[in-house]
């Protein structure tokens, strides 16, 4: 199975910005879905951002106009670019890949099926 491994988490003050990555052991984000999730302490976990299987990018929106999802196929990588960070982006986030994923929104948690072991994000006001 593919291994994903994110980096890129950190505190940040409200306001900062932090970028993460997403990096695949192997060559597999052709035709296939990757999304970012975030679980903040005491909630259920929550898709952020994610690029479907045609490519069509989504995102929740608490995060329209301040985070973007981006892959570079080259180097096997998926990133998110976090700006203007508020408290409330406080979370574990995780990048995840599906085979098959439904369009639209929400992203469905139970259809990623490979997922990495999380980053930390914290952000202070």
């Known amino acids: 199975q593919v291994q994903l491994v994110e980096s890129g988490g950190g505190s940040e003050q409200a306001g900062g910005s932090l970028r993460l990555s997403c990096a695949a052991s192997?060559?597999?984000?052709?035709?296939?879905?990757m999304a970012w999730f975030r679980q903040a302490p005491g909630k259920e976990r929550e898709g952020v951002a994610g690029?479907?299987?045609?490519?069509?990018?989504r995102y929740e929106d608490s995060v329209k106009g301040r985070f973007t999802i981006s892959q570079d196929n080259a180097k096997n990588t998926l990133a998110l670019q976090m700006n203007s960070l508020k408290p409330e982006d406080t979370a574990m986030y995780y990048c995840?890949?599906?085979?098959?994923?439904?369009?639209?929104?929400?992203?469905?948690?139970?259809?990623?099926?490979?997922w990495g072991q999380g980053t930390q994000v914290t952000v202070s006001s």
């Open positions: 192997e060559y597999t984000y052709t035709r296939r879905c």
């Open positions: 690029i479907d299987d045609y490519g069509h990018i």
């Open positions: 995840a890949t599906a085979d098959r994923c439904t369009t639209g929104w929400p992203l469905f948690e139970y259809e990623y099926n490979n």
